[in-house]
């Protein structure tokens, strides 16, 4: 039987996705694929938020997979040695699943997140302004992760490409998909609206939002973004443990290297289709650089200057 949500569906608008072969549908003033956008409206329409909750929040290829293990293993230290943490046997997104993508993705089922043991830790990439009331208005608090949008393109553009084998249709050429990016008709976006709604809800509200950024994390070489990480979710490092160098061994399980090392994240897909391993590719800053022109950065800086002009809000991209 068709559901009323089955014919709000129907109404969106929509445009090819990069993959050439499925939609991506615009809901409330944003751009979601096929494979996730019931998820997002039920999640939207569902879900109650807890004060003690805690939530990942990024656009796709910010470095979700990273904060999500940083924070598991952050408020868990006490619970699980960092020796034999579940992260060393478990993908990063089975430990904090999306919220939108995942748990609220099954048609014909509401999830029930009651016997969650607190604090619950879940993932969104749903904008600020679309979250359920109850995630703005409680006492929760969101951690949120961005990436300079020429890495994030790039990284993107892979993730589709890689399984475009699986599709009908030939998918879309970098630079095809690159001018849908640049007029803002891409998976979850426009980025910039999405950055801004978060940027603007950390300036609001700092205890409720802390804004981080993928390039500040990778030259931090004193882990002060960890430090402030614990802080934010309510368990800091003591000065016992950061004599001890827990920051730092907090941060070298969940580096690059070692995640992308682990068994776990290069074997198996995820229930999405996509393999483990498309997760962890390169995890460099300006990467970019080996696939677009100066032309096409240019475009896409500027585009980005002007949406974020006045915000105090800018992007390293090397
Ligand atoms: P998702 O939103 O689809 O879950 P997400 O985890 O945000 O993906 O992003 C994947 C990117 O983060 C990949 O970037 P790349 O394509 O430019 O390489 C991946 O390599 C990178 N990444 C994964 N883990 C880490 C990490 N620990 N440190 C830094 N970058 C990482």
Request: one cysteine or more; hydrophobic letters at 35%; glycine letters at 6%.
């Amino acid at each position: 039987m068709e559901t009323e949500e089955d014919q709000l569906l129907q109404a969106l608008p929509r445009e090819r996705n990069w993959d050439g072969t499925s939609y991506i549908f615009q809901y409330q003033g944003f751009w979601f694929p096929s494979w996730g956008i019931h998820g997002v409206i039920s999640f939207q329409r569902r879900f109650q938020a807890r004060a003690t909750d805690l939530f990942l929040a990024s656009f796709p290829k910010y470095g979700t997979a990273w904060l999500k293990s940083l924070i598991f293993t952050t408020v868990n230290r006490a619970r699980y040695g960092l020796n034999d943490t579940p992260l060393l046997i478990t993908s990063p997104h089975d430990l904090v699943p999306f919220l939108d993508l995942d748990l609220f993705s099954n048609k014909n089922q509401i999830p029930d997140l009651e016997h969650h043991p607190n604090p619950r830790i879940f993932a969104t990439h749903t904008a600020y302004s679309l979250l359920p009331a109850s995630m703005r208005d409680s006492c929760c608090r969101i951690v949120y992760v961005c990436r300079n949008p020429l890495d994030q393109f790039i990284s993107y553009w892979h993730f589709v490409v890689q399984r475009s084998k699986e599709y009908v249709a030939p998918p879309l050429s970098l630079e095809e998909s690159f001018d849908m990016y640049c007029n803002e008709i891409h998976s979850f976006g426009p980025f910039c609206d999405q950055v801004l709604g978060y940027w603007k809800a950390s300036l609001e509200n700092p205890n409720k939002v802390l804004f981080l950024k993928y390039e500040d994390m990778k030259e931090d070489g004193k882990f002060q973004y960890l430090k402030k990480l614990a802080e934010f979710l309510g368990c800091p490092f003591s000065a016992d443990e950061e004599r001890d160098g827990v920051m730092e061994q907090v941060s070298r399980l969940c580096s690059f290297e070692n995640l992308k090392s682990l068994e776990v994240n290069n074997t198996g897909k995820r229930k999405s289709g996509s393999p483990n391993s498309a997760f962890f590719r390169k995890g460099k800053v300006g990467d970019w650089a080996n696939y677009l022109t100066p032309s096409m950065a240019q475009r896409l800086n500027n585009l980005v200057e002007e949406k974020l002009a006045g915000s105090g809000l800018s992007f390293k991209a090397s």
